[in-house]
C-alpha cells in the first residue's frame, strides 16, 4: 500500500493564478481532509468528506474548492492564488472519524509569489 | 473555532529529562489525538483517548484525558534524541466529530 500520496511536493504560483492539488489514497477509507500547515503553526482544516459526492467545509474554506467523485481522490483546488495561500497542504484519510488513525500524506509546499 | 493551546511552545532538554506537554481549551472534545510530525513530513499519530480520565502509556510517552475531556497532557520519561519534532494535539468537535482541530504544537529537542 502507498498509502497516501500528493502531487506536487513543491510549486510556485503567480498572484491570480490556479491550481489543483492532487491526493490520493488506497486504502479504501471514507474519511478524507486537507489541511493547511502554516510555518511554526499546528494544521487547520479547510475542507473534509466523508465518502464519494459528500464534502463540507472546515475552519478554512474560503478561497479553496474540492470534489470528491471517487473514494480513492480527493483533489484541493486553489482558485486565483494570494500571498496568504502560501503553506504547506497535507491531505490525510481515516476509516472512520472518532477514534481512528488519520493517515496523513507528505504534503505539497506551496509558495504564492 | 475550538482553540487548543499548547504549552511549552519550545522546550530543550537534555536526554534522559522527563517533560510534560499540556493541550488545553474551554471546548469540549468527543476525541482527543496527540501527533508527532517531522520536518518536511506529515503528522504520525501516536494516541486517540475518548473518555474523560482516560490514562494510556506507550513506552516512555504517557498520555492523560481531563475529566471534562476539555485539556490533555502528554509526559515523557526519560527522552532520548529520537523524541525529538513537533507533538501536536488535536481534538474532534463535540457538535460535529468529523471536524479536527489541531493546536499550534509544542516543538521538543532533545539534545545527545
Known amino acids: 500500500n502507498a498509502g497516501v500520496t500528493q502531487t506536487p511536493k513543491f510549486r510556485i504560483l503567480k498572484i491570480g493564478q490556479s491550481m489543483t492539488l492532487q491526493c490520493t489514497q488506497d486504502?479504501?477509507?471514507?474519511?478524507m481532509y486537507w489541511y493547511r500547515q502554516d510555518p511554526g503553526m499546528g494544521l487547520k482544516l479547510i475542507y473534509y468528506?466523508?465518502?464519494?459526492?459528500?464534502?463540507d467545509k472546515g475552519e478554512v474554506p474560503n478561497g479553496y474548492n474540492v470534489s470528491r467523485s471517487t473514494t480513492e481522490d480527493f483533489p484541493l483546488r486553489l482558485e486565483l492564488a494570494a500571498p496568504s495561500q502560501t503553506s504547506v497542504y497535507f491531505c490525510?484519510?481515516?476509516?472512520?472519524?472518532?477514534?481512528?488513525?488519520?493517515?496523513f500524506g507528505p504534503g505539497t509546499r506551496l509558495l504564492v509569489l | 473555532t475550538q482553540l487548543l493551546e499548547q504549552s511549552p511552545q519550545f522546550l530543550s532538554i537534555q536526554e534522559g529529562e522527563n517533560l510534560t506537554v499540556y493541550c488545553n481549551s474551554s471546548?469540549?472534545?468527543?476525541?482527543l489525538q496527540w501527533y508527532r510530525q517531522e520536518p518536511g513530513e506529515g503528522p504520525v499519530l501516536l494516541v486517540t483517548?475518548?473518555?474523560?480520565?482516560e490514562v494510556k502509556k506507550l513506552k516512555r510517552l504517557t498520555f492523560q484525558f481531563g475529566d471534562a475531556r476539555k485539556d490533555s497532557s502528554l509526559h515523557i520519561t526519560a527522552a532520548q534524541p529520537g523524541d525529538t519534532g513537533l507533538y501536536l494535539c488535536?481534538?474532534?468537535?463535540?457538535?460535529?466529530?468529523?471536524?479536527?482541530?489541531f493546536g499550534s504544537g509544542t516543538k521538543l529537542n532533545v539534545k545527545p
Open positions: 490525510a484519510s481515516s476509516r472512520l472519524a472518532v477514534g481512528e488513525t488519520q493517515y
Open positions: 486504502m479504501n477509507h471514507n474519511y
Open positions: 468528506s466523508v465518502g464519494a459526492g459528500i464534502t
Open positions: 471546548s469540549v472534545f468527543s476525541s
Open positions: 483517548v475518548v473518555t474523560g480520565g
Open positions: 488535536a481534538g474532534a468537535g463535540l457538535d460535529n466529530f468529523n471536524k479536527f482541530y
